[in-house]
């Protein structure tokens, strides 16, 4: 009798691991994925959690966690970056902000074991969905392609 540990030995471990609506990464985004890096670089390490996904599973569409808001940005983008609390979240260094105002899509080969820190708080991510939702800079297509509205 074949057991099961003995097919996941010889399985790829990051073929079968599925991210969950919550999850949150640490990851490379660059300027083709939405993200504008920091003057002098090409990418920019962001926190990203996923907020849904298409229907195929094979892209992730989520929000990114910034360090502040940006006060040069329009007051409707700032309104919608939503506070996070360190104190709740261990792979926070210091209070930060969701920002609200762009799904972004990421492939699923970014979210992997190694790029996993942590699950977002039932209430803030139903925070963060709503204000997702009310958002008008997510273009509606976005939001339904990843299950976010009818």
Same mark, same amino acid.
């Given at each position: ?10 399985? #790829? ?14 990851? #490379? ?42 006060? #040069? ?12 609390? @360190?104190?709740?979240? @261990? ?20 979210? #992997? ?38």
């Amino acid at each position: 009798m074949t057991k099961l540990s003995d097919i996941l030995s010889t399985c #790829n471990i990051e073929a079968i691991y599925q991210p969950e609506i919550g999850d949150v990464f640490l990851i #490379n985004l660059t300027r083709e994925e939405g993200i504008t890096p920091k003057t002098g670089d090409d990418t920019r390490n962001k926190f990203y959690i996923v907020l849904g996904f298409d229907e195929y599973g094979n892209a992730y569409g989520g929000v990114v966690i910034n360090s502040h808001v940006n006060q #040069n940005m329009p007051m409707h983008i700032q309104r919608a970056h939503m506070p996070l609390n @360190s104190y709740n979240y @261990s792979f926070l260094s210091h209070n930060s902000f969701i920002d609200c105002s762009k799904l972004f899509v990421v492939r699923k080969e970014k979210l #992997n074991k190694e790029s996993y820190k942590g699950i977002l708080s039932e209430e803030d991510l139903l925070l963060a969905i709503g204000t997702v939702k009310e958002s008008k800079t997510i273009n509606r297509i976005l939001l339904k392609r990843f299950k976010l509205i009818e």
